[in-house]
Structure formats: C-alpha cells, structure tokens
C-alpha cells in the first residue's frame, strides 16, 4: 500500500515555461492537499481538493496556478510562466473521506521545483 | 503575529539529553499535528493529537486544549533526531487547512 506519491521529485525550468507536479494519493484517499515551502520558509497552505471538486484554493496565487484532482489520476498542480520566484518545494498530502479525515494526514516527498 | 508560535527556533543538544519544543497557537483547532522535516527531505507525520498526551518510541506529544499550548518531547536524543520539527494546527471548519508553525531546527551532537 503505497504511500502519498509525487513526481517528478526536482523539475528545472526556464523563465515563461510550465511546470506540472503530480500527487496521486494513498488508496483509498479522496482529499488531496498542495503546501508550498519556499527557501528559508515555512510551509504555506495552497489548495483543497476532492475528487473533480475544488474546495479551498484561498493560498493559491491569483494567476498561473492551477490545480485538479480528476476522477480518475493523479492531482496536478500546474504553474503557468513561471517565474524565479516560484522556486520551491510543493508538497502534497492526503486523507481519507470524512469530516475527521483531514485528521489522517500523509504527505508526499514533495517536488522540488527550480526556475532558471 | 502568526497564528502557530513556536519556540525555540533553534535548538542544539548533546546526545542523551532531553529535549522539549513548544508550540502555542491562537486560533480553535480540531486537531493539532506535529511533523518531522529531514534537509532536502520530505515530511513524516509524528502524532496527530487533538487532547491529552501520546508516545511513541522515545517521543511525547501533550497539548493543553485551554492554554492552546502543545510540547513535543525527545528523550534520550540521538544524532539522527537532527531534522526540523513543525507544529501544525488544523482549523477545522469546512476545509481542514492546515496552518503551519516556522518550525523548531534541533541539531543533535554526539
């Protein structure tokens, strides 16, 4: 029973490019979670997701992020036009269903992404 | 000032000690976490707690759901507790977001 996966582990990307990170969750788990930690940061809240529902994305940026959780796959975070500043480890996390399933929480390795 | 307080921000040890890590909060939580963080590495979930107190192995986690206050304790250190520990409270509500403490840097020597 494999835990929360994310991949790629470090991506490299240039300035205006589109970075996707992957997070499928441990089986059985409906909510998926994406935290951002920036260099010398703590971990920072981005977006709430169930399955094909987008529930809190109030720590997203306004522009060029994005997130899904499909009916089927993986979640996606995707960052459009990336900048320096978006160099970070993007962390996701999972649940099981329920109200008290955000209590159960396994967090991925985490993608490390750098912006050239 | 942040919602998750915790002290000290930094923390070196001699192997065998005992070592404490406090974390304070100020908004109402369904649940309160405590994560273990490696350089360069993921996160690992230690306790997730929400009253009382709970152990495993050679670490303690309390909390004071009045005094919003939680400890998490290491006895008997060892170089490899070397990580950052990170207090995080779960508000509950509709969206279960966690909210993040800046973490506690624990340098263990032998």
């Known amino acids: 029973n494999a835990g929360v996966m994310q991949n790629p582990r470090h991506l490299v990307r240039r300035r205006g490019q589109e970075a996707r990170l992957r997070c499928s969750p441990v089986?059985?788990?409906?909510?998926v979670y994406w935290y951002r930690q920036l260099p010398e940061e703590g971990l920072k809240f981005m977006v709430y997701?169930?399955?094909?529902?987008?529930?809190?994305e109030s720590g997203m940026p306004k522009e060029r992020f994005s997130a899904e959780f499909p009916k089927e796959g993986p979640s996606i975070l995707r960052i459009q036009q990336v900048v320096r500043g978006d160099s970070a480890a993007y962390f996701c996390?999972?649940?099981?269903?329920?109200?008290?399933?955000?209590?159960?929480?396994?967090f991925g390795a985490g993608s490390r992404l750098t912006v050239l | 000032k942040n919602e998750v307080e915790q002290s000290p921000q930094n923390l070196t040890a001699q192997e065998g000690e005992f070592i404490t890590i406090n974390c304070s909060y100020s908004?109402?939580?369904?649940?309160l976490h405590w994560l273990q963080q490696h350089p360069g590495g993921g996160i690992v979930s230690l306790f997730m707690?929400?009253?009382g107190k709970k152990k495993h192995g050679r670490l303690i986690a309390t909390i004071n759901i009045q005094e919003k206050h939680s400890s998490l304790h290491i006895t008997a250190s060892h170089p490899r507790d070397s990580a950052v520990y990170i207090c995080?409270?779960?508000?509950?509500?509709?969206?279960?977001?966690?909210?993040f403490g800046t973490g506690t840097l624990l340098a263990v020597q032998p």
């Open positions: 908004v109402g939580i369904s649940a």
């Open positions: 995080a409270v779960l508000n509950g509500g509709a969206t279960n977001k966690l909210i």
């Open positions: 089986k059985g788990h409906s909510h």
């Open positions: 996390a999972s649940s099981p269903p329920g109200n008290r399933g955000a209590n159960v929480l396994t």
């Open positions: 707690l929400s009253s």
């Open positions: 997701l169930q399955k094909e529902n987008i529930i809190d």
